[in-house]
Nanobody, 115 residues
C-alpha cells in the first residue's frame, strides 16, 4: 500500500485548509485511514481516523473544527480543517491500516497557521 498526500500550506488563524490522502496498491475493503500530526519538539499525535464503514475518531483538540471523510471508490481520505489555530501548526501524516498492513505512513505535509 502506498499513500499520496496533498494539501497543507500556510494559512492565517481562523482560516481553513483541506488535506487529501489517496491510497493505492493492495487495499483491503475493510481498513482504517486517517491523520496524525507532529509539531516541532513534540511526539506524533492522533488527529482523526475513519474506518471504511465511516466510523470516526477525533482528538479532543480538533473536535468541532476538523472533519474527516472518505471516498471509498477513490480510496481517498480527506481532512477538512476549519477555525485553524497556531497550535495546529505541525507536519500532518496520512495513515492506513488493515488486517495485513499494521500501519502504513504517507509523506508528511506541512501545515502552518500564523497568528
Amino acid at each position: 500500500v502506498q499513500l499520496q498526500a496533498s494539501g497543507g500550506g500556510l494559512v492565517q488563524a481562523g482560516g481553513s485548509l483541506r488535506l487529501s490522502c489517496a491510497a493505492s496498491g493492495s487495499i483491503s475493503r475493510s481498513n482504517v485511514m486517517g491523520w496524525y500530526r507532529q509539531a516541532p519538539g513534540k511526539q506524533r499525535d492522533l488527529v482523526a481516523l475513519i474506518t471504511s464503514d465511516g466510523t470516526t475518531n477525533y482528538a479532543a483538540s480538533v473536535k468541532g473544527r476538523f472533519t474527516i471523510s472518505r471516498d471509498n471508490a477513490k480510496s481517498t481520505v480527506y481532512l477538512q480543517m476549519n477555525s485553524l489555530k497556531p497550535e495546529d501548526t505541525a507536519v500532518y501524516s496520512c495513515f492506513y491500516s488493515d488486517y495485513s498492513h499494521a500501519g502504513v505512513w504517507g509523506q508528511g505535509t506541512q501545515v502552518t497557521v500564523s497568528s
